[in-house]
């Protein structure tokens, strides 16, 4: 990302202004492998806690950032300055928002289904709120 316009094009300013060329096809693939990543854990989600609502959601939310993402690769390619980054704004947010709340959904279903199944017993309580900080603290990671 850096490389291209830094130092393929080293004292070239014009070319400082420009897109790389391998941002939209990233943009693509970051969106294309959060869909499965997602869907499977809201699957997951679905057959832990018995709560298709909380999964259909989850499901809903990555499938918009599928589509911002998507938006976002598209538009990436027609406005190819950072001068024109205000017209990428919406796809850009219409991808990275629903991404971060589905994160957070999971992150927070999980920890929820977690702490369900305490069983009493000290060892296995504290083995399950290590679970838990550690689901928390990683899930919570990946939104920002």
């Given at each position: ?133 550690l689901t928390l603290q990683t899930g919570l990671i990946?939104?920002?």
């Open positions: 990302m850096v490389y291209e316009p830094l130092v393929v094009h080293f004292g070239n300013i014009q070319n400082v202004n420009i897109y790389p060329r391998a941002l939209c096809p990233i943009v693509a693939l970051m969106g294309a492998l959060a869909l499965p990543a997602q869907s499977f854990i809201s699957w997951k989600i679905v057959r832990l806690q018995q709560s298709f609502w909380i999964g259909s959601v989850i499901g809903m939310f990555s499938a918009v950032s599928f589509a911002g993402s998507i938006l976002s690769a598209f538009q990436i390619r027609e406005y190819q300055k950072f001068t024109e980054k205000r017209a990428l704004t919406f796809s850009a947010v219409l991808w990275l928002a629903p991404g971060a709340a589905a994160d957070i959904i999971i992150a927070c279903s999980l920890s929820y289904s977690l702490y369900k199944r305490r069983t009493g017993l000290r060892s296995t309580d504290a083995v399950l709120r290590r679970i838990i900080r990946t939104c920002v």
